[in-house]
């Protein structure tokens, strides 16, 4: 009975760190997704916002170092919950972006379309690399529990599936976006709204379901 139960919190931890992974792509790939809708209705294409997209690269490389460090001193739990809700913040401050960059071109320009497409970029483009960051605090949790949970001769299977979790969160976000809130709404926004309101919903199911080690159910 002990044995079989050991089993299903091995298997739930598994399910629940690749659930919580997903969620990180669902708020991650869909800037890709809604650039058509940015383009069409603010003329920004990926090359005026390449730079910043390569610097959110760079940005969450460096991330998954330091926040593997943070992860090492601190619950895992918690940090992918924290990474996760934070993500969320900002896929809601980057779908308010164009309210901010109207009122810098106000503020410090002449207000017409071209101040407001600079400031538009700009503004898009600094939130996303701060987004970069926080997007690194997702996969040290997983590096460091899965571990604690599975022995050697197991765990690199465990991994291989775990794996998956990339796949099907770039495959959800693909399907929520590419096959209902745009052809439905045309709405740019809601690209980031919406996946925002699910990372905050998975942010909550992993404080709650997440278990760092054995230990921690005794």
Aim: hydrophobic share 55%; net charge positive.
């Amino acid at each position: 009975m002990l044995r079989r139960s050991f089993k299903w919190w091995q298997w739930e931890t598994l399910l629940v760190t690749m659930a919580g992974y997903a969620f990180y792509y669902v708020v991650r790939k869909n800037l890709s997704l809604a650039m058509p809708l940015l383009g069409s209705e603010f003329g920004i294409s990926k090359v005026q916002l390449g730079a910043f997209l390569t610097f959110h690269g760079l940005v969450y490389g460096l991330a998954r170092f330091t926040n593997g460090v943070l992860t090492d001193r601190n619950s895992a739990r918690k940090v992918m919950a924290a990474g996760l809700f934070i993500c969320a913040l900002v896929n809601l401050a980057f779908g308010m972006s164009d309210h901010v960059a109207r009122a810098l071109a106000n503020a410090f320009g002449d207000g017409g379309p071209a101040a407001f497409t600079g400031c538009l970029v700009w503004t898009m483009g600094i939130v996303w690399i701060i987004h970069g960051y926080f997007q690194g605090m997702g996969v040290g949790p997983c590096v460091k529990t899965l571990p604690q949970w599975f022995p050697p001769n197991q765990l690199a299977t465990k991994q291989a599936i775990w794996n998956l979790s990339h796949s099907i969160g770039a495959g959800g976000v693909f399907a929520l976006l590419g096959w209902w809130i745009i052809p439905t709404f045309h709405a740019w926004r809601l690209c980031f709204i919406v996946p925002a309101a699910i990372a905050l919903a998975g942010a909550s199911a992993i404080l709650f379901l997440f278990k760092d080690s054995p230990a921690d159910l005794g």
